[in-house]
């Protein structure tokens, strides 16, 4: 079987007569989307995507114009001479992996995923494939997480600290999976936060899901406010201790923060390729040639970057 492989409307994945998109910006053809971040959902329809019920709710509330082939995680949806399935990520609600199977050959695009544990969404599946692509957020040596628990009970800590020393508490978290991952966290330990009403809306989605999640009411108070990354202030006021949320705290991106993340650092990403057991793998979104070389030094599997010129195009012949 020769694929073809592209990078532009999303991912490209053609074989034969068919042509299939991952997480494309123009749904055209047969496409799938990952999960509901905006970055990796369509703004254009011209065919339905196919998605998971969680993700199809969560990008309705962003885009009421949206529709799509709603399919159940881990049910292989039969085409005319392949299949596909969606097993889950582990990165926020709804999260899947594309896994297509054509002529004998798998192939797997993971979509944003973690293999770390999470507070409010399934653990990752993990399935052995002949190509993979993967995405490349923390694809540097130098991005290595602590373990997520250790994280978990320092943010605990910390907060309680700040109340008790009479300040308000700011905690910034992406609208979708962080903010709620951080609520969750607080009700874990006794605590119920304020959110903005944005988290409030996608925050009611988890809820319809299964995931139980505790907030204030609008008009009721509290010393401790989730809120979009976007709107922290960290110059505040003398009364208030704002902290992001965000594995980017590795490198101060931001002035005060915690490495909380829902995505695989380096090490995790390695362990993960090991696991999939390709013959060939493709980076995409991130450090790309840099986790490529990685994986070629390493682990001895051929990997190039899905995001460079000559890689546009990329012919793979049978195995």
């Not at 309680?160 to 308000?168: C, E, I, R, T, W």
């Amino acid at each position: 079987m020769v694929l073809n492989f592209s990078c532009g409307n999303g991912i490209a994945v053609k074989f034969g007569k068919h042509v299939i998109l991952l997480d494309p910006q123009v749904s055209d053809m047969i496409s799938f989307v990952s999960h509901a971040h905006a970055d990796h959902s369509p703004y254009c329809f011209v065919t339905k995507p196919y998605c998971t019920a969680e993700t199809y709710d969560l990008i309705k509330l962003r885009d009421p114009t949206f529709e799509a082939n709603v399919v159940k995680e881990n049910e292989k949806i039969k085409f005319d001479d392949f299949t596909v399935k969606l097993i889950p990520a582990g990165h926020v609600l709804g999260s899947v992996q594309t896994l297509i199977e054509a002529d004998g050959k798998k192939i797997l695009y993971t979509g944003d995923f973690k293999t770390s544990s999470s507070l409010t969404c399934k653990p990752i599946n993990i399935e052995q494939a002949d190509v993979l692509i993967t995405e490349s957020t923390y694809g540097l040596p130098n991005y290595i997480f602590e373990p997520i628990e250790n994280v978990r009970q320092k943010i605990v800590k910390w907060v309680k600290q700040q109340l008790a020393d009479n300040f308000s508490v700011d905690l910034g978290g992406y609208h979708i999976g962080k903010a709620q991952e951080a609520i969750k966290l607080l009700n874990e330990n006794g605590m119920q936060p304020k959110i903005s009403e944005t988290i409030r809306q996608y925050s009611e989605v988890y809820k319809k899901f299964g995931v139980k999640l505790d907030f204030a009411k609008p008009k009721e108070e509290s010393n401790i406010f989730v809120k979009p990354m976007h709107l922290l202030n960290f110059n505040k006021g003398k009364n208030f201790k704002v902290a992001a949320l965000t594995g980017w705290s590795l490198i101060d991106r931001f002035p005060f923060g915690f490495p909380l993340s829902d995505h695989c650092d380096f090490k995790q990403i390695m362990e993960f390729v090991e696991q999939v057991n390709p013959k060939r793998v493709y980076c995409i979104h991130g450090y790309t040639y840099e986790l490529a070389k990685e994986i070629k030094k390493r682990m001895r599997i051929p990997a190039k970057s899905l995001e460079s010129p000559i890689s546009q195009q990329r012919l793979l012949v049978d195995f």
